[in-house]
């Protein structure tokens, strides 16, 4: 059975920082593409950050390049979102996916397995 579980989530102010975790179980990591989404009330997910199984090419929206970055430890099962710069329209729940791919997945759709979210919120 494949678990994905964030962590890290919580409050920051305007221009703070905070890393989310994403511990994987009951699946071959490392031959898994990963990405990161987030939803805002009243909006859809949107992705924010991928990254190829082997953490050698990554995505990121517009909207979080040069704030965000996305790593992963395939030794540890887990990959991660470091939040810098935080805005408060970065407020959404967070979450982490999978799909069993050794490309780079951009798209919603391919990803399969999801992780329950984290809650980010930043006030101004």
């Known amino acids: 059975q494949v678990q994905l579980v964030e962590s890290g989530g919580g409050m920051a102010q305007a221009g703070g920082s905070l890393r989310l975790s994403c511990a994987a179980s009951g699946l071959s990591f490392s031959s898994y593409a990963m990405g990161w989404f987030r939803q805002a009330p009243g909006k859809e997910r949107e992705l924010v950050a991928a990254i190829k199984w082997s953490g050698s090419s990554t995505y990121y929206r517009d909207s979080v390049k040069g704030r965000f970055t996305t790593s992963r430890d395939n030794a540890k099962n887990t990959v991660y979102l470091q939040m810098n710069s935080l805005k408060p329209e970065d407020t959404a729940v967070y979450y982490c996916?999978?799909?069993?791919?050794?490309?780079?997945?951009?798209?919603?759709?391919?990803?399969?397995?999801w992780g329950q979210g984290t809650q980010v919120t930043v006030s101004s």
């Open positions: 996916a999978a799909v069993h791919s050794y490309r780079l997945v951009v798209t919603v759709n391919e990803y399969n397995y």
